[in-house]
């Protein structure tokens, strides 16, 4: 027993510990001697590991001042040139700032002030220059530092750049006023507390300060009420301390291992560098959390570290604060449709029955959002960072749940394979619709936007799906056609990062911020986009069997086929033959693990597939059933639809991107045009939870229509499971509301119960052999079920008073 565990040890030794870390003085000492223009790195390493302390600093200055200048003043010079592959983040975190600072309006007709705390050398605001001119954008800079070498670096800085507006102030950061660098003997009195602070940033310098409580409270104190505050630094941290908090902007990639804590704690407290994971909480308790991201910095063995922006606690959604409506209460009505009980529409546009009426819905009714806002406001705690956000479309969710969790953080469906011109068809939305939908990949939701409705409640379990419906409307909010095209059209774009961080940034919820940034590469490698996600695989494979094959250039020719007699000879001559074939079908197609893991069918829908074929042709294999069921789903598509003008859905599967004459909707210019303009998304919630929980929270007949796309076939026939959601659609939807569905069976087996939940259901589309029954043809049926009556009632989910009681109790 004891030898597996160290070799277990000694394993997660060697993955968390770099060992060319322990060498750098070694190695640096030996460069510079041969090279002495590396002379650099040997200052850098003497003052960080052999230097002792300057007792004559000691002596002339007071006590942390003392020790910073003992630890800079051989390598001011040099901090610079010296920094850039340990100091990771900065960047990152100035280019947060500076996309943040121009999207908000300004405070008037002033300009912002920065005061850039621990600024050092001054390297953060010359770098800012790069995204926003700080001789311009800027009323006043000042960078407040306690050593006085590194002070002198920056104001040399300065002098040489010419710019007049930055200010450097060696001075404690607890005791800065904004009038400190001025001459307070010529400011009238009432000048010198009337500015605060528009910005506020942090760089590496949290974790060298010995008391940051006091620190961080005072720049509560000069920061202005609607200012920005970021931070960047090394921390360490164990899950088991920020695991049930719901004020972080999310926890991926923020635990760090018992091996690396230990390991980095150690290293950096050498130098008074100090990791505990006590500043990093006080920075978040202090402020509320508008984004941040985890990152390791593996070009030095994997330190972690971590940027962050925020602002204050009371800062909640910029256009509420603009309005002057409380955020929580007015969010709540957002998620839930209920009316919002303003003091002006309260007290005087409404009647009082239905102000009675409006106050017990809203009793009754509440947002998952709502009730976490409750809790930590009775405890003294920010509010959950998505009521931060400037836009108010994704709502809170809780994502340490198990439920969002079983996704391993990734997207299954990186385009939507349902039919919305056929949806339009038959549901005809408009302006007076509430429409309840599955977000997938976002490409339907964006469909029924186009055509205006009240509102759309996007629903999806995995947070992942939701993350790329939410670039996706913040992309209509910040990019250009053309941007937009390069990233959902051909599914590539080589600056996608940057993007992210200067212009997609202030319309992304943090979770959907940091899974971007994790994910980049979506974007940026070969494959692009649409080789993302679970369905990568039928994707890929695909691929790999059309060059295995020799009919990658046939596949070409098809897509770009202009008839649909050419189509059709390529298919039936070349690609059929392969394609359709019953050995190919059986080893790949039919399999179990391909089914689910490439194409999404889960073994209840395979089973109903399984059941008709059995009901029409007598005894069948489940692999005759599903190479019969591929036949008639595909040969139909290449006889009557044309792949390269018509067809985007097999022309993105087949070629990996869209073209400029097939694609969806969402992608035109047109539609561009309509949903880049301001309050286009107004009407969306993005909900991260299951179908029963986001309907049981919605005022009762207020849907209008529900697109359910093949939910239902993932339910086991005859469970309880279904009738519970169909119970809860019927209670959220308005009398004559319409539930659009597809399934995979001809007559499913769960019909039965809608029509014992108050339900008129007809088959509006069914698939037949020769025939499509829309462009994608991958389902047997088409339905539409019509609300007539009210099911019997259920029980709902707590309210926030009785949660907040049942807590107390």
């Known amino acids: 027993m004891l030898a597996p565990a160290l070799l277990q040890f000694s394993a997660q030794l060697w993955d968390n510990i770099p060992m060319y870390t322990a060498a750098l003085f070694v190695v640096s000492l030996a460069a510079s001697l041969l090279y002495p223009s590396l002379s650099a790195y040997w200052r850098f390493c003497y003052a960080c590991f052999l230097k002792p302390f300057d007792r004559k600093s000691a002596e002339a200055l007071p006590g ?6 003992s630890f800079y003043r051989t390598q001011a010079s040099i901090y610079d040139s010296t920094r850039g592959g340990l100091l990771c983040g900065r960047e990152e975190m100035l280019r947060l700032a500076a996309a943040q600072l121009t999207h908000r309006p300004r405070q008037g007709d002033h300009k912002p002030i920065w005061v850039d705390i621990g600024g050092g050398t001054g390297w953060n605001i010359e770098k800012m220059n790069d995204f926003v001119s700080v001789p311009e954008f800027f009323e006043a800079v000042y960078l407040v530092d306690l050593s ?53 940033s942090t760089s590496y310098s949290l974790s060298m300060i010995p008391d940051f409580y006091s620190v961080l409270d005072s720049l509560v104190e000069l920061l202005a009420p609607l200012g920005l505050i970021s931070c960047v630094d090394f921390y360490v941290q164990s899950a088991s301390s920020f695991s049930l908090r719901t004020f972080t902007g999310g926890s991926h990639s923020r635990h760090v291992n018992w091996i690396s804590r230990l390991f980095w704690r150690t290293w950096f407290q050498f130098d008074r560098v100090h990791l505990d994971e006590g500043r990093r909480d006080y920075l978040e308790y ?13 070009k030095l063995g994997g330190i972690p570290y971590y940027y962050w922006v925020g602002c204050h606690r009371t800062a909640t959604w910029g256009a509420a604060q603009a309005l002057g409506r409380d955020a929580a209460e007015w969010i709540d009505a957002v998620a839930t449709e209920s009316p ?25 009714l509440r947002s998952k959002g709502f009730e976490a806002a409750i809790l930590n406001l009775s405890t003294n705690l920010p509010l959950p960072s998505f009521f931060y956000q400037n836009q108010r479309w994704r709502l809170y969710y809780d994502a340490a749940l198990p439920k969002h969790t079983q996704f391993q953080n990734e997207y299954k469906y990186a385009f939507t394979w349902e039919d919305p011109a056929e949806d339009e068809r038959l549901l005809n939305i408009g302006a007076d619709d509430v429409v309840f939908a599955i977000t997938s990949a976002g490409d339907n939701v964006l469909d029924y936007a186009l055509h205006r409705p009240r509102s759309i409640h996007a629903v999806d379990l995995n947070p992942a799906q939701n993350h790329l419906l939410e670039l996706k409307v913040a992309a209509f909010r910040a990019l250009s056609h053309a941007d937009m095209w390069r990233l959902f059209g051909e599914g590539r774009h080589p600056d996608f990062r940057s993007l992210l961080l200067d212009r997609l940034s202030p319309h992304l919820s943090s979770r959907a911020f940091q899974f971007w940034m994790d994910n980049s590469t979506a974007f940026t490698s070969p494959g692009g986009l649409y080789e993302t996600g679970g369905t990568r695989i039928a994707v890929k494979l695909s691929r790999w069997l059309f060059r295995a094959f020799g009919l990658t250039e046939q596949v070409r020719q098809l897509c770009a086929a202009k008839t649909l007699g050419e189509q059709r000879e390529i298919w039936r001559t070349r690609l059929r033959p392969v394609v359709l074939s019953k050995a190919l079908s059986f080893f790949v197609v039919a399999n179990e693990q391909f089914l689910w893991r490439a194409l999404g069918v889960p073994p209840n829908q395979r089973d109903m597939i399984t059941e008709d074929a059995m009901s029409t042709s007598g005894r069948t294999s489940k692999r005759e059933a599903m190479w019969n069921y591929v036949v008639n789903t595909l040969d139909p598509v290449v006889e009557n639809s044309l792949v390269e003008s018509e067809n985007y859905f097999y022309r993105l599967c087949l070629m990996g991107q869209y073209s400029k004459v097939c694609h969806p909707a969402y992608l035109s210019k047109a539609a561009h045009d309509t949903l880049s303009k301001e309050g286009a998304f107004d009407g969306l919630r993005i909900h991260t ?21 093949d939910h239902m076939d993932w339910f086991p026939k005859g469970g309880q499971e279904a009738t519970k959601e169909i119970r809860a659609v019927n209670k959220a939807m308005k009398m004559g509301g319409r539930v659009l569905l597809r399934s995979a069976g001809m007559r499913p087996w769960y019909i039965s119960a809608f029509k014992e939940q108050g339900f008129t259901c007809k088959r509006v589309a069914s698939r037949a ?8 043809n991958m389902y047997a049926s088409t339905w539409i079920c019509s609300k007539t009556k009210t099911s019997s009632p259920t029980v709902g989910p707590a309210t926030a008073l009785e949660q907040v009681e049942a807590l107390e109790l």
């Open 769 to 776: 052999p020769g025939s499509c029954i829309d462009r994608v």
């Open 286 to 298: 202090r402020f509320g959390t508008m984004l941040e991201v985890n990152e390791r910095n593996y």
């Open 148 to 200: 006085p070498s590194l002070c002198e670096v920056a104001r040399q800085r300065f002098v040489k750049l010419k710019w007049k507006n930055v200010h450097v102030v060696c001075e404690d950061a607890r005791a800065f006023k904004l009038y400190s660098a001025r001459d307070v003997r010529t400011m009238p009195d009432g000048e010198k507390h009337s500015r605060k602070a528009d910005y506020i």
């Open 64 to 69: 942390q001042q003392a020790a910073l200048e």
């Open 340 to 364: 919002y009980l303003s003091p002006v529409n309260y007290s005087e546009k409404l009647t009082e029955a239905e102000k009675a009426a409006a106050q017990e819905t809203r009793l009754q």
């Open 689 to 709: 939870d299951e179908f029963v929980e986001v309907l049981a929270r919605i005022k009762p007949e207020t849907v209008t229509v529900a697109v359910i796309m």
